[in-house]
């Protein structure tokens, strides 16, 4: 029988780090698009750099701030009595900062397709900024932000490289589905292995195949709207 | 109902002066694309900033460089019309024109008395319910107007407004947009390059060039001023024409 929980610690962990990075994303998206433009090319290399580095990377230097007798992780500590690395909640830190930046450049992007006349507009009639981004924005944008959200949402339940530094690998603790499978295959425990790899490909393809009707879904609605 | 503008602003080669002024009137604003007509409008409704320069409309100041005025586009109750009329794509025409109301403290039910008055008066009733890629253009237009209207403004800014129709609903629509300009009773400026549309709609008319609107006309010198004749067959004023004079 299959020890389910590197399934459910996965999920929790790729469903609070995509809520997280939604936010995080679709604010930094909306504020960067207003900044100068050379600090705009500055900040936007920062935020995509994620997505290029290997995760080890990332990995390190979470830890180098996080870690217990790091800055943050030390003060941490010391306040609070909570160690950020090695729990199944630190592996949060790890996907979010590896995601963001898909969910940030597929918001940006839904971003620059917006119609600004419809904001101009709405604002000359008086409607608040709030409402505009509400109403107006959000839903006019709603279904590339909601193709990052999935993509994003995809990603993190797939990453490996920082979580298995930040968080390790301990089972019933914090085993994910990636940490999982690497540490079957190490100690030749193939069948097992193999069952985890069928489990994160059928939901792999299942996320992919929701980004893919999202996106076909938004250039239609885009073709009615003209 | 007063209209005063005297602004500068500088767009890299290209520089805004406008200097102007309109009093209960329907003033036409003439020149070639690009020359700043539209920007100008962006400027009075507070979507662009002016470098330099003052807009006060009926007493209260929008933008006062000198003062560091500068009233947000929400609070300077100028309704303007874009030339692809920018209706929420989301939204229904009643929850468009809905939209028009909630700038002002009001019940949820004199909103809807107001939506469902201008609605009807627009012959948008049997529309309610429709989206806006769902109309026409000139369903479309009259629902943007609605929109504005019932959101109360001072003043009315008209961008082009028949530039996205094709000539034989332009036609007729001009004809709608002079009845409502005439309903709406203050000051309202109306961007066009088309000399004829300027001159059938207009009271008066300010010539811009190169980003510069110096004086208005009566639309007897502006005729004389820009070389042209009118043709008309009737007194409909619908059916004036107007042609360059060698023709």
Same mark, same amino acid.
């Given at each position: 029988m299959l020890d389910l929980f590197p399934l459910l610690n996965s999920l929790r962990i790729a469903l609070i780090s995509s809520i997280i990075t939604f936010f995080l994303g679709i604010f930094a998206a909306y504020y960067i698009a207003k900044v100068p433009r050379a600090l705009k090319g500055i900040l936007d290399v920062i935020l995509t750099l994620p997505l290029v580095l290997p995760p080890t990377v990332v990995g390190y230097l979470l830890l180098r701030i996080l870690?217990? /007798?790091?800055v943050v992780g030390k003060w941490f500590l010391a306040i609070?009595?909570? /160690?950020?690395?090695?729990?199944?909640?630190?592996?949060i830190f790890a996907t979010t900062v590896v995601i963001f930046p898909l969910m940030y450049r597929t918001a940006r992007g839904a971003f620059e397709a917006f119609d600004r006349t419809l904001a101009y507009s709405a604002q000359s009639i008086g409607l608040s900024n709030t409402y505009i981004f509400w109403r107006i924005r959000m839903p006019y944008c709603r279904q590339g932000i909601l193709a990052g959200t999935v993509l994003a949402f995809a990603r993190a339940l797939g990453e490996y490289g920082a979580t298995s530094m930040v968080a390790g690998y301990t089972p019933g603790r914090t085993a994910t589905i990636s940490t999982t499978v690497y540490q079957l295959w190490r100690t030749n425990n193939d069948v097992m292995a193999f069952r985890w790899v069928l489990v994160n490909i059928a939901i792999s393809f299942v996320v992919l195949l929701a980004v893919n009707m999202l996106e076909k879904k938004e250039r239609q609605s885009r073709k009615g709207g003209e | 109902m007063a209209l005063l503008v005297d602004i500068e602003k500088c767009f890299g080669q290209f520089m805004l002066r406008v200097r102007l002024n309109a009093e209960n009137e329907v003033l036409g604003l003439v020149g070639k694309s690009g020359c700043g007509k539209s920007l100008t409008l962006k400027c009075i409704a507070g979507i662009e900033k002016p470098d330099r320069g003052k807009i006060v409309l009926d007493g209260v100041t929008l933008f006062d460089s000198e003062n560091h005025v500068n009233l947000t586009p929400q609070k300077r109750r100028t309704g303007l019309l874009f030339q692809n009329y920018a209706l929420f794509p989301n939204m229904t025409v009643q929850q468009n024109i809905r939209a028009? %109301?909630?700038r002002d403290q009001q019940t949820e039910k004199e909103r809807k008395r107001k939506v469902l008055d201008i609605m009807e008066s627009f012959g948008l009733s049997d529309l309610?319910?429709?989206?806006?890629?769902?109309?026409s253009g000139g369903q479309q237009q009259r629902t943007a107007l609605a929109r504005i209207l019932v959101s109360e403004p001072q003043i009315l800014m008209l961008d082009e407004p028949f530039s996205a129709l094709d000539s034989e609903l332009k036609f007729h629509m001009e004809a709608e947009v002079r009845d409502v300009i005439r309903r709406f009773g203050k000051t309202a400026i109306f961007v066009s390059h088309d000399r004829g549309e300027a001159y059938r709609l207009s009271d008066r008319i300010a010539m811009m060039q190169d980003g510069r609107v110096d004086h208005i006309l009566s639309k007897e010198e502006w005729l004389l001023e820009s070389n042209s004749v009118i043709i008309s %067959?009737?007194?409909?004023?619908?059916?004036v024409i107007l042609v360059p004079k060698e023709s």
């Open positions: 870690g217990p /007798k790091r609070f009595g909570i /160690k950020l690395t090695m729990t199944w909640w630190s592996a | 028009g %109301t909630l309610a319910g429709h989206f806006p890629r769902q109309l %067959t009737d007194s409909i004023p619908q059916n």
